[in-house]
């Protein structure tokens, strides 16, 4: 399948509330109950299709333990996206993700998309962060906020596609090239020449 | 080995002092045995025809500390009723503190996913002996506390020998072949280490040193699960007693000769992919089972070899590499910089 884009992208969040059992549910589809804890980055990739375009989503899966945050920012560099996730089940994981917006709006590329996940949806009964104050904030910083649970698969890939969407958003409105049909037209009235260039080449004859 | 000194671990860190009251210490209840009680899982007995030397060893000592092939190990430390007893303190002890207490979560959710597809450690009693060994480390250095990887490090060890020793072992390992620098805050070991990755690389592998750098991937990247695991990630239990017992012989040059071993063996495939996601495949795997741990193997393996991990790391032994060089960057680092 041919590639039109390629997109970093990084899962952060504190330990153990689920990035990586959400990022192997994405993309292999599997659960792990006890996935075992992540010291490295690990590296997953996907193809996915939005809108005729053909996506490769390069997903960091990093290290949640406090100590491995110092590295965190060698793979969050140059993402495009990053899926902020915390346990719906636990307080003080959902304030890692306030901390970690902050941190990435300062030292991150300046465009990144963010995607809150409340993840471990399927232990509603054990909730503690109401479901409005997470959306309230998602909306505050202009994220989109979702509900998963890596054991159901509930609400996994949603999730990462709108990441690939809010990406593929930002660019189109800023302009920056994209191979699709409505970016395409941006091009021509930005630069004839280049339409020019480009008829003759695609002509026929 | 310093140890029997209670008051050791009064000093907290710099800021967080525990007031005495919280300490309960019952140094008369010191020698009791540990509940549950542990013995070596390995299957390094029953695979060799028990040797000379350890008959030997049997006879000299009423109980074996660990699995045949962890004699070299067993050598290491020496385990009297001081260390016993101060063990049994650190276990007896309480402390209530933030620091210890946030170690004390991560090493209780961080037993529940270590091995996990191993009985012993999943259904048996290991998950208990293991927190028990990386709590009982937290108060004993509570300036490193605990730290992802030390988990690993302490599975493979108490899978070859008793608790006491492995504990010991663990000690020992972090404070004689300077793994504390690579545990504390900011990793500042790490630098270290990718600093000399780097060179070895450059120096022995150049074609994948710069492959690697062409699709992006850093040393760091590596380096990181395979120096704060000391390879325990990669090498199946069973297996890590033959790095062990050569690392504490040879220290961190036997480190580099197996890194540069196993990305020697990998380099042709890894010269083959051209994206950072292929390269990453072969080098990075979830190696929680079996399987995969043999696809590992295999892929290392040359043509019409039988590769084992107690033969990679013989020929990583043969090796011959700067070794002047490597202790003089690792000695002289943070000079340097």
């Not at chain 1, 960091?60 to 590295?71: I, K, N, P, Y």
């Not at chain 1, 902020?84 to 970690?100: M, N, P, R």
């Not at chain 2, 710069?210 to 699960?225: A, K, N, P, V, Y």
């Amino acid at each position: 399948m041919e590639v039109d884009r390629e997109f970093k992208i990084v899962t952060l969040g504190e330990g153990r509330v689920g990035k990586t059992s959400l990022a192997m549910r994405y993309v292999r589809g599997q659960f792990n109950e006890k996935e075992q804890s992540t010291t490295n980055a690990n590296f997953l990739e996907k193809n996915i299709r939005i809108n005729e375009t053909s996506i490769k989503l390069n997903i960091w899966d990093t290290a949640g333990q406090e100590r491995f945050r110092a590295l965190a920012p060698n793979y969050y560099r140059e993402a495009k996206g990053a899926l902020l996730v915390y346990d719906i089940t636990d307080k003080e994981s959902f304030w890692k993700v306030v901390s970690w917006v902050e941190e990435l709006k300062m030292q991150a590329d300046k465009d990144i998309s963010f995607v809150i996940a409340g993840n471990k949806c399927d232990l509603e009964l054990d909730r503690q962060i109401p479901k409005e104050q997470a959306i309230a904030y998602a909306k505050q910083i202009g994220a989109a906020h979702y509900s998963t649970s890596a054991k159901s698969g509930m609400g996994v890939n949603e999730c990462f596609e709108e990441i690939a969407k809010l990406i593929l958003d930002k660019e189109s409105r800023s302009g920056s090239p994209i191979r699709s049909s409505k970016a395409r037209s941006r091009v021509i009235v930005k630069n004839q020449e280049e339409v020019v260039k480009k008829k003759k080449s695609g002509g026929c004859c | 080995m310093k140890c029997g000194h209670s008051t050791e671990m009064l000093a907290f860190s710099k800021d967080e002092t525990i007031p005495e009251e919280q300490i309960i210490l019952n140094p008369g209840e010191s020698l009791k045995p540990l509940e549950p009680a542990h013995s070596p899982q390995c299957n390094c007995n029953n695979k060799n025809i028990l040797r000379r030397t350890y008959r030997l060893f049997l006879k000299r000592k009423e109980q074996p500390q660990g699995c045949i092939n962890s004699i070299k190990l067993s050598e290491k430390v020496k385990i009297t009723d001081a260390e016993i007893s101060y063990y049994y303190i650190l276990n007896q002890t309480k402390i209530d503190c933030q620091g210890y207490n946030d170690a004390s979560c991560q090493i209780t959710l961080d037993v529940e996913r270590t091995y996990n597809d191993i009985p012993y450690f999943s259904q048996g009693n290991g998950k208990i002996i293991l927190k028990r060994m990386l709590l009982a480390y937290a108060k004993y250095n509570p300036n490193l506390g605990y730290v992802q990887g030390m988990n690993l490090i302490a599975a493979a060890l108490l899978w070859h020998t008793s608790e006491i020793h492995a504990f010991w072992l663990l000690v020992s390992l972090i404070n004689d072949f300077d793994l504390t620098a690579l545990f504390l805050p900011g990793f500042p070991g790490l630098e270290k280490h990718c600093h000399v990755a780097d060179f070895m690389l450059i120096e022995y592998l150049p074609a994948l040193y710069e492959h690697l750098s062409r699709h992006g991937i850093m040393t760091q990247m590596i380096m990181i699960e395979w120096c704060l695991t000391l390879f325990t990630s990669v090498i199946p239990l069973d297996d890590t007693i033959w790095f062990f017992n050569k690392f504490i012989k040879h220290r961190w040059v036997f480190f580099y000769k197996v890194f540069l071993e196993v990305l020697e063996r990998l380099e042709e495939k890894i010269i083959r992919c051209n994206s950072a996601a292929a390269i990453l495949k072969i080098i990075q795997k979830r190696r929680n089972t079996r399987q995969i741990w043999d696809e590992f193997l295999s892929e290392m393996e040359k043509p019409r070899e039988k590769l084992t991990w107690e033969k990679l790391i013989k020929h990583a032994k043969e090796k011959t590499i700067n070794e002047v060089c490597i202790k003089y960057l690792l000695g002289q680092f943070y000079n340097i910089s």
